[in-house]
């Protein structure tokens, strides 16, 4: 890794667009501004690896997830469950077959 | 565009055949956490997950993301401009909004990641994956009801 010191003010340039500037430093928060292209993502790190986590995890899943989703009762499935009584018995506000 | 429209065909192992066209696939420039290599994808429906589609990863058939639409109106907060212009220029209703859902054994638990939506410019079929600017969004939560 390379390591270099900055003063506040003081700015790094990572190839010919990505710009870092040191901002403030305060006890053991440093604040960084950094300016890059559009299309360059920035994040921090640790919010990057979990969402990096959550993506395999529900990617890469167990096998047989269409099925289970569909065999799933579809209220586990829609924003709006169908109302139910307590005793799990269908409100009566559906026709009764 | 010059490419052939013919019918292309997906071998998933979760999602079976599917038969899809040039037209059909949304590239996502930056790839997604986890799976930064990947760039082309297609999003596959399936009539009985409804409401769950799935983002299929064209160069890993294995890799598929359950998604959750999300409606713009219920976003806590929206991506900023500067988030979504690796997306191109979009009118508002070409942009859709979609949770990544972990669908449990039996899918009797989901949870969904509210901090980091996956956004899509139906126009210009190109995705990204935003977090939003607010840290109280989780990244795993269950499903709204």
Known sequence: ?97 | MTMLDTALVYQSPKLGDVSYSTEDVIRFPQGIPGFEQLRQFLLVTREECDPFIFLAALERPEVALPLMPLAPATLAVRPSRTALAPLGEAGEDAIAYYAVASIGLNAAEIIVNLRAPIVINLDTRLGCQVILPDETLPIAAPRPA
Request: aromatic share 2%; net charge positive.
């Open chain 1, 1 to 97: 890794m390379l390591v270099l010191t900055r003063r506040i003010g003081e700015r790094l340039r990572i190839g010919a667009d990505i710009e870092l500037v040191v901002l403030d430093v305060r006890g053991r928060d440093v604040r960084l501004g950094v300016s890059a292209p559009s299309d360059v993502a920035i994040h921090r790190e640790e919010i990057y690896l979990k969402i990096q986590d959550n993506n395999r995890a529900a990617a890469l899943g167990q096998p047989g997830l269409t099925d289970a989703l569909a065999r799933a009762p579809r209220e586990l499935r829609r924003r709006k469950p169908e109302p139910r009584a307590k005793d799990g018995t269908q409100c009566a506000r559906r026709s009764a077959r």
